[in-house]
Structure formats: structure tokens, C-alpha cells
T-cell receptor, first 114, second 112 residues
Framework: DQQVKQNSPSLSVQEGRISILNCDYT??????FLWYKKYPAEGPTFLIS?????DKNEDGRFTVFLNKSAKHLSLHIVPSQPGDSAVYFC?????????????FGTGTSLTVIP | EAQVTQNPRYLITVTGKKLTVTCSQN?????MSWYRQDPGLGLRQIYY???????DKGDVPEGYKVSRKEKRNFPLILESPSPNQTSLYFC???????????FGPGTRLTVL
């Protein structure tokens, strides 16, 4: 059973506009959330993270928002650039009694159109 | 250059023939992990290790073994591979607790 879900397999956005990628999770005990970006034929690379005690974290063009009551997080990319075209994975760290296990979503493929 | 290396990058094998995929990192990371990526299922954690001689099961450990005898190496062992283990495998490492993992380039395994 998928504990971290990314319900949009793909997203297309015009260059310069905002990209919003969404992620939902089921386990309220997750304490840390991360976004990874993956280009074809490469491993994922870390993008941005947020602790469950915060509701927003910003790093340059990337902002992650966490809504714990809705068990929802989102990644905003502003402005979107063609180099942002990649697959984005949302991940969550499991509760402490599971050790340091990580759960990933299925990914959203972002295409930024020049 | 800080990196996670995996070997081989591509492997085609037959059912039942034992194989090992190696993983090595040069960042002195405590945490190492193996994932498999399958269409429609995303990345799923197979095993992880918090430090030398400490390993734990992830979400999908069945059919896999790991060992962590040295800090830098974390091999993935398939004792008797089956076709359902055909997948893209990633090794990753990070400092303690697994945040911000650095991923290797992936190993594409096909089991016939």
C-alpha cells in the first residue's frame, strides 16, 4: 500500500510560469519530507526538504509547503525553466520506531515548454 | 569528486544464478540504502544500513541480502534471482539518519 502518493504522473508548464507538484501521504507519523529530481539515465538528486514541525521551506526558486492536517505537501518552482524538466519524487521518512526507512512517491514528470 | 558508484551498470542474467551489485561511496557517510524503481511504483526501499554491521529491512526486502562490513561499501546480493526482480536499482548514501541522500547512477538488471 502506497504511503506516499503523487497523483499526477505528468505536468506541462510554460517557461517562466509557476510549476506546482503535489504529494499526499497517509502516515501522520512521518517526520521529514524531501523532494528529489531525476533526469533520465541518472540517479535522483536531492532538491529540498522540510521538517514536519515547519510549514514552509524556501531555497531559491524552490519552495516546499507542508499541510499536516491535510497530509499534503507541494513543491513550487518559480519561475520554471526548461532545465527543470525532469521527474520529481516526493519522499517521507518513516516514524522513529521503523528506524530510518524512507517512502517515495511514484514521481511526476515535469515538462517546461520554452 | 564526491560520488556513489555502482557496478555493474547493466546486467542480464538468468533465473537462479547468484549475483552481487556493488555500491561504494567516498563521502564517509554512515547511512547507505538500496532502492528499486519500477514503473507505476516509484522508488521502493529494499534495505538500509545506519552504520557498519547494522542493517535493516526496508519496504521490499524479500529475495535480497546485504552486508555492511566496511563503511564505504554496501553490496546488494541476489542469491537466486527471479524475473520479478527485473528492475532499476539505486544505491544511496547520506550522513546519519538518511536525510538528503546521494544516489548512484543506477543498475539496470534483467532476469530471464
Amino acid at each position: 500500500d502506497q504511503q506516499v502518493k503523487q497523483n499526477s504522473p505528468s505536468l506541462s508548464v510554460q517557461e517562466g510560469r509557476i510549476s506546482i507538484l503535489n504529494c499526499d501521504y497517509t502516515n501522520s507519523m512521518f517526520d521529514y519530507f524531501l523532494w528529489y529530481k531525476k533526469y533520465p539515465a541518472e540517479g535522483p538528486t536531492f532538491l529540498i526538504s522540510i521538517s514536519s514541525i515547519k510549514d514552509k521551506n524556501e531555497d531559491g526558486r524552490f519552495t516546499v509547503f507542508l499541510n499536516k492536517s491535510a497530509k499534503h505537501l507541494s513543491l513550487h518552482i518559480v519561475p520554471s525553466q526548461p532545465g527543470d524538466s525532469a521527474v520529481y519524487f516526493c519522499a517521507a521518512r518513516g516514524p522513529s520506531y521503523t528506524g530510518n526507512q524512507f517512502y517515495f512517491g511514484t514521481g511526476t514528470s515535469l515538462t517546461v515548454i520554452p | 569528486e564526491a560520488q556513489v558508484t555502482q557496478n555493474p551498470r547493466y546486467l542480464i542474467t538468468v533465473t537462479g544464478k547468484k549475483l552481487t551489485v556493488t555500491c561504494s561511496q567516498n563521502m564517509n557517510h554512515e547511512y547507505m540504502s538500496w532502492y528499486r524503481q519500477d514503473p507505476g511504483l516509484g522508488l521502493r526501499q529494499i534495505y538500509y544500513s545506519m552504520n557498519v554491521e547494522v542493517t535493516d529491512k526496508g519496504d521490499v526486502p524479500e529475495g535480497y541480502k546485504v552486508s555492511r562490513k566496511e563503511k564505504r561499501n554496501f553490496p546488494l546480493i541476489l542469491e537466486s534471482p527471479s524475473p520479478n526482480q527485473t528492475s532499476l536499482y539505486f544505491c544511496a548514501s547520506s550522513h546519519f539518519q538518511g536525510f538528503e541522500q546521494f544516489f548512484g547512477p543506477g543498475t539496470r538488471l534483467t532476469v530471464l
